[in-house]
């Protein structure tokens, strides 16, 4: 099993930027492809980007493509989520997710660890 640790969010103003973090421990998150994800209130949870160690991929949703990154540092297991150019409909409960390399990235079920989410809110 793995235990995912997130952290980094918080109060920024439009056009600003955040970084969060993505603490695993248990396992090493090269065994997994990391997803992250976003809620905000009254809406559903939904998918922002992935990425994968041993397929070698990354991929983000439309709506943040050129906007955010996510990289790793396997040194302290931890994958990143990059936030440039912030915008209010950004604002929302951000999660990491763990699941088994071969999983349709974007869909929530197919994670099987999460984190307790932290919250990212940009102001206009």
């Known amino acids: 099993q793995v235990q995912l640790v997130e952290s980094g969010g918080g109060l920024v103003q439009a056009g600003g930027s955040l970084r969060l973090s993505c603490a695993a421990s248990?396992?090493?998150?090269?065994?997994?492809?990391v997803g992250w994800f976003r809620q905000a209130p009254g809406k559903e949870r939904e998918f922002v980007g992935a990425f994968s160690w041993s397929s070698h991929f990354v991929y983000y949703e439309d709506s943040v493509k050129g906007r955010f990154t996510i990289y790793r540092d396997n040194a302290k297991n931890t994958v990143y989520l990059q936030m440039n150019s912030l915008i209010p409909e950004d604002t929302a409960v951000y999660y990491c997710?763990?699941?088994?390399?071969?999983?349709?990235?974007?869909?929530?079920?197919?994670?099987?660890?999460w984190g307790q989410g932290t919250q990212v809110t940009v102001s206009s």
């Open positions: 248990g396992r090493t998150l090269s065994d997994y492809v």
């Open positions: 997710a763990a699941g088994s390399t071969g999983i349709a990235i974007k869909i929530k079920s197919e994670y099987g660890y």
